[in-house]
T-cell receptor
């Protein structure tokens, strides 16, 4: 089973910041938080990942709480092309183990309104 | 730099037939994972290949098998197809290293009639 909980859907106005929450209260110390998104019928697209520090790249920012039990993905200026299902995933770094496969939950369906 | 590629894009088969799907990993990657995504659901892990061997397997029957070639490309074979095998089949590649990031291909849409 997925180790994360996300709201099933959210919406955001175009040009505003989209903040997508994720709960992962059972995360272990060596497990990373990953975010992917999937635009309709395409392959999942990697967005960002982090261990305990906040991370930022050209696509998004990832804010992880100090206790690491939850995180927020921030899309700073949402556009219509950001409409997608966003998956928050927890996975370990152990090689050849079940921890390294990706277990997807149901994700959050983000709709951007004009 | 080419990303992960998959072929064919779409495929229609009938029950009982066999199918082979192909995946070429991102340049520099040595590990290939396969996922099945039924309509309206998240992807489900099928198996992972590294050094031409199956390293991990999800909860899928033996009808699902795979292969990895010396150039790291991979095939997914499904025998005795049934209607429930209709899905988007995704390939993801990565480097077998701690904290590896898996990059996904566009997928192959399989329809079983």
């Amino acid at each position: 089973d997925a180790k994360t909980t996300q709201p099933p859907s959210m919406d955001c106005a175009e040009g505003r910041a989209a903040n997508l929450p994720c709960n992962h209260s059972t995360i272990s110390g060596n497990e990373y938080v990953y975010w992917y998104r999937q635009i309709h019928s395409q392959g999942p697209q990697y967005i960002i990942h982090g261990l305990k520090n906040n991370e930022t790249n050209e696509m998004a920012s990832l804010i992880i709480t100090e206790d690491r039990k939850s995180s927020t993905l921030i899309l700073p200026h949402a556009t219509l092309r950001d409409t997608a299902v966003y998956y928050c995933i927890v996975r370990g770094e152990l090689l050849y183990s079940s921890a390294s496969k990706i277990i997807f939950g149901s994700g959050t369906r983000l709709s951007i309104r004009p | 730099d080419a990303g992960v590629t998959q072929s064919p894009t779409h495929l229609i088969k009938t029950r009982g037939q066999q199918v082979t799907l192909r995946c070429s990993p991102k340049s520099g990657h040595d590990t290939v994972s396969w996922y099945q995504q039924a309509l309206g659901q998240g992807p489900q892990f099928i198996f992972q290949y590294y050094e031409e061997e199956e390293r991990q397997r999800g909860n899928f029957p033996d009808r699902f098998s795979g292969h990895q070639f010396p150039n790291y490309s991979s095939e997914l074979n499904v025998n005795a197809l049934w209607l429930g095998d209709s899905a988007l089949y995704l390939c993801a590649s990565s480097l077998l290293a701690p904290g590896d990031t898996q990059y996904f291909g566009p997928g192959t849409r399989l329809t079983v009639l």
